[in-house]
């Protein structure tokens, strides 16, 4: 396995929060490896803060065909990558997932500290006219949204705009 790129952390836990025998002996093969491993006491809030960068970034740049550095550069796209994150923060707290009140200005400092040039696996994905990962980014906070009565305007053009390219060309 090559890695290339600049986020190299695994974030694992169990759901109860309390350390296992199974993942305390992968966090000693974790560390020993090499890269940032953190055995988290809250993964929820863990993969909802992942979640909360990861659907907007995606959605944002295959929507706009452009990288992180178009995306925070432009004034209205990275206002449109900001609401993207907005909406994924209410969805966490209508789920009781606390991800403080900061989470958009932490995952806006988390775009300013990417490469200008990293685009997002569904833009690459995109360009080669491959399958999307929409349904599981944007698509799921749309429905997400829908179940939980929480509006999500800016999902909900991403993933409208993108499905013609779901599962490849039109």
């Not at 006219?129 to 991403?158: F, M, Y």
């Amino acid at each position: 396995i090559r890695h290339t790129g600049t986020l190299a952390r695994l974030t694992y836990g169990e759901l109860d929060g309390r350390p296992s025998p199974r993942l305390t002996a992968f966090h000693a093969l974790a560390e020993a490896a090499g890269f940032e491993a953190v055995l988290s006491a809250a993964i929820l809030r863990a993969q909802w803060e992942k979640f909360a960068f990861l659907a907007p970034f995606s959605g944002v740049t295959a929507l706009t065909r452009q990288p992180a550095g178009v995306i925070r550069r432009v004034p209205e796209s990275r206002a449109l990558f900001l609401d993207a994150v907005a909406e994924v923060a209410r969805l966490a707290r209508a789920r009781d997932i606390d991800l403080g009140t900061g989470i958009v200005a932490r995952v806006e400092a988390l775009l300013d500290g990417v490469p200008p040039a990293m685009t997002s696996s569904m833009l690459n994905d995109l360009t080669r006219g491959g399958r999307l990962e929409l349904p599981w980014l944007s698509g799921a906070v749309v429905q997400l949204g829908s179940e939980l009565g929480v509006p999500t305007p800016v999902h909900r053009v991403v993933a409208a705009a993108l499905a013609p390219y779901a599962d490849g060309p039109p």
